[in-house]
């Protein structure tokens, strides 16, 4: 077993204790974690976002900080801020939540342009300028963002340079009956939550993401790759298409479920099995089609069919 391999199962096995029947969700979490991508949960309340955050952190050993964005935030309440110091005559610099491993950034919708635009450097290059002072931020550095994708009154949408920071979009949904009676009777007692252990050091973790980039892709998927891209930006029915980091995200997420699943290798159904988590939030859909209600989702699954999968011919499959 591959020391990714090793790492996933034993986060997502932790991880389903507390959020259970979603093994595909918390895979993709586990997905932006390898890659060192960002998150974006959009979902509506009391499906278990929070807590996959925080069951995450706890897997992994990760310092945790959650940010409860309002219209009323500042851009220094995420970052930090310079304080006097009398004593000492010099300015302190006190780090915002920001400053922490796994960060959950509840509901970011809610907060102003300028505050959501505090996460862009953070999120991009790992650090955060406060006061013309650089502070790097630590290694693993997750962001996970959610937001109610049904309650627009007081929110601000994000624009296309927030969602494109996102690596993942991912949908938790509502558990099964079956699931949800499990659910009631893993909380009889206690949250299952507070008798987490963590299963992953940091430093496994950083290994398996180093590995991770060693994960071959063939010239032919890398064509296939892009045609998905190139084809989201031509369709007729979108206004924007994906950017080149769409692309690169979708790599880079492929090479990371290649490695979970025990191959040293990508083949065309591990960039099927990606394209809408990391494509559709980064495509606008045009006048239009939003009037016949055309998702992005759906445009993803049309692009699809249109692209030619490589290695396929007339009777014969991929290998």
Known sequence: MTIVQSVAERIIDNVSQ???GKRNEIRLTVLGLLCQGHLLIEDVPGVGKTMLA??????????FKRIQFTPDMLP?????????????????FRP?????????????????????AALLEAMEEK???????????GNPFLVIATQNPIEYEGTFPLPEAQLDRFMLRIRLGYPTPQEEIAMLDSQQYQHPLH??????SVQ??????????????????????VGLVTASRQHQDVYLGASPRGALALYRTAQARAAIVGRDFVIPDDIKALADSTLAHRIIVGPNARIKDISASS?????????????????????
């Open 96 to 116: 915002g939540p920001i400053m922490a491993q796994i960060v959950l950034t509840d509901e970011i919708n809610r907060a102003t342009p300028k505050t959501q």
């Open 127 to 137: 650090q955060v300028t406060v006061d013309g002072e650089t502070y790097e931020l």
């Open 18 to 20: 507390v959020i259970v």
């Open 195 to 200: 008798a987490l252990q963590q299963v992953v």
């Open 54 to 63: 925080r069951a995450l952190a706890k897997s992994i050993g990760a310092s």
């Open 204 to 225: 496994e973790l950083l290994a398996a993401q180093d590995a991770v980039r060693e994960i071959y892709l063939s010239s032919e998927v890398k064509s296939y790759i």
């Open 299 to 319: 445009i993803v699954q049309n692009i699809m069919t249109m692209v030619r999968v490589p290695g396929a011919t007339v009777g014969q499959r991929f290998q």
């Open 76 to 92: 220094s309440d995420v970052t930090g801020v310079s304080v006097y110091n009398q004593r000492t005559q010099e300015f302190e």
